[in-house]
DNA sequence: CCTTAGGAGGGGACTGCTCTATCCAGTTGA
DNA sequence: TCAACTGGATAGAGCAGTCCCCTCCTAAGG
C-alpha cells in the first residue's frame, strides 16, 4: 500500500496525492476530495520511513530518562507531551534504568532515527555519550538539574540549593540530631547533590549527620517505615529525619504516628519531591517541588522554537523549588 | 555523515562497511577492525531511517496505553520492556489520554513508522481504528482485558471476574450495605466492567448498591478521604466500601482511621489494582491484583515470538488476578 | 607440480517510498 | 496577445540493504 496505489485509485500522479495528503502545494478542491477518499477507502497510511527518508525531516523528539518506577518521570513526560501538543512534534522515550551504559545505548538507537531534538534528564553522561550528543547536530536540552555544564540547552532546578535550602529551615526550626535516609543510587546525581547540599549546610552551622542510611528495591513506604524504625533504635536522640524522597518520608512519618511520636515537636521530618500523595495523609511532610511538569512543558517549548526556527528565549532555565514546610517542620 | 564517509576513510566498499557494522556475511578481522576504527572516530550513527526503508525491517514495537499518571500503565510498560530485552525490539510508547480520537491519531502516527508489532490496552477501539489494527498486516496484541473479542492476540484479566469475585468475598463476609466510589471515566471500559460484573452479583444475592460516587481530577488519596466522609455522611449506615482502584480506596481507609471508625467490623473496605504503596499503609487495604507486570511481559513475549517467526504458544492469555482480602475484608 | 573446486572476502547495481526541485500545459485577465 | 498563475507531471535524491557477481587464496586430487 504505497502512494501509488492511491494514485492509481484515484487517477493522478503520485505527486499530487502526496501534495494532497501533506496539505501543501495547491491542488484543485476537487483533486483533493478524490484523492482524500481513495486513501480512506484504501485505508492508506503514509510511509513516514520514505517520507523522511526523502525531505529528511522527522517529527520525532527523542526523551531519555532513568526511569518509569518513580511517579516523577512519568509526570515530566506529561509536561513534554503537553508543551509538544501544539507542534505536530511527536515524543518518543527511553528509559536507561540510571546505567550510563544503557544511556549510550539508548542514546544511539535513538539517534539512529534522526530526531529533531533530545531531551535527556540529567547533566552527567558518559563522554561517548556526550560527544554524540554534541556531534548530533540538533537542540539538546537536559533537564531536571542545573548543577553543572550543559551541552546545550536546559532546564531545572539546582538540587544542591535545594538540599541546602532544606536544611537551613530545618537548622532556623532548631533541629540539631539529624538523620539521612535514602536510595542506594550512586548513579542517581541528582540526589547526590542535594545530600551533598545539605550536609555542607549543616556543617556551616557545625552540625554533623548523626546517622545515614541507604535502601535499594522494595516498597518505598514499608522500607521507609523499617528505616526509620531501625534509625530510631539506633539513636533514640534523632530530632529530625530527612528523607531523600517523599515515599519513604511517607511510610517514615506512618511510622511515627503508629509510635505515637510528637511530630513536628519530638521529631521533624522532611521529604523530597511534592508528590501529590501526600495531600491526603493525616499529616502533610514537609517536601520541596520539583517543579516536575514545569520542567516538561520549558523543555518541550524550547525544543519546539529551535526546530521550528523561531526564538526559543531564554535557553538555560533554572527554575526554584517552593519548599513546603508541611505539618512536620516546626516553623523557624 | 553516511555509510559513504565511512567507506571513504577506511578504505572499503560502502557494501563492506554496512556488512562490519551489521555483523552479516564474512569480513575479515582485519577489514572489520579498520571498518570499526573509522566508524567510531567519526562517530558515525547509522541511518536507521534508510536502512529500514531498504529492509523493509523495523525493529520498534508500537505500545499504546491510555495513561502515565496512573501507576498501572507505567508498570506494564517496564513488564514490556523487560519482556523484550533479549531481543532487539524496541518499544515506543504512544498515550491516547482514555479519548478514542487521541487514539486514533496516535495509532495512525505510530503505523506510519511502519513497526513491527502493536501492543494497545483495551478491546475497545473505534472502527476506524481496528479497520487499521486489522489491515496493519502485524502482531496485535491487546492488552489489559479479556471481556471481548480480540482482533489478534490477547493478554489481560478478566474485569467482569475481579469485579465478581470481590462482589462474592463481601457478601460472603456478611456486608450487605455496600456504597462504591470510582473515577468518571466513561471511556475506563475497564472500570466499568468491573463495576458491571460487581453490581450483577450482588444483584443474584438480592443486594443493590447503596450509593455510588465518581470522581474526575484531582488528587486520589485527598478524593478518596473527601469522597468517603461524603458518602457516609449520606448514608451512615453503610457497611461496606468498595472503590475502582487503591488509590482512593487508600484515602478512604485514611479517613476512616481518623475517624476511628472499627476497620473491618463496622465497615469493611476494598480497592482495585494490588499497588505496592498498600504495603506501607498503617492497615492493609483489601484488593485484587491486576497481573500488571506479567501482561507486559507475556504481551513481549508473544510480540517477540510473532515478530521472529517462532511459535508464540497461547495467543489468548487469560491472566487469574488474585485476590488479597488484607485487613479490610472479614474472612467469610 | 599443476589443476580445479570451493569458500572467504569484498564489490556493483539496483531497490524501497516519498519528497524536492523543476518543468509543462492550460487558464485567466489585462 | 502575452504575462502570471494554477494544477499537475517528471526526474532525481535520500541512505542503507538485498541480490548477485567477481577475485583470490587454499586445499585436495591427479
Redesign the interface.
Known sequence: MTLRDVSEASGVSEMTVSRVLRDKGDVSAATRAKVKDAAKRL?Y??????G??ASSH?NLIAVIIPS??N?VF??V??GI?DGLDDTDL?P??G?TEYRPEREEKVL??M????PAGIIIAGLEHSDPSR??LA??GIPVVEIMDTDGDPIDACVGISHRRAGREMGEAIVAAGYRRIGFMGTQMPLDHRARKRFEGFTRTLAKSGIEITDRDFYAGG????K??EMTQAMLERHPDLDFLYYSNDMIG??GL?YL??QGVDIPGQIGLAGFNGV??L????RKLATMDACRYEIGTRAARIIAARVLGQDPGEERVQLTPRIDLGDTLIRG
Open positions: 485505508g497510511v503514509p510511509n513516514r520511513i520514505a523522511s527518508l522527522v518509569l518506577k511517579m512519568p509526570e513526560l506529561s507531551s511527536q518518543v522515550f528509559v544511539f538507537e539517534l539512529s532515527w534522526r560527544a554524540m556531534q548530533a516498597s518505598a513506604l514499608t521507609g517505615r511517607a511510610g506512618m504516628l503508629d501529590e500523595l495531600d491526603g495523609l493525616p
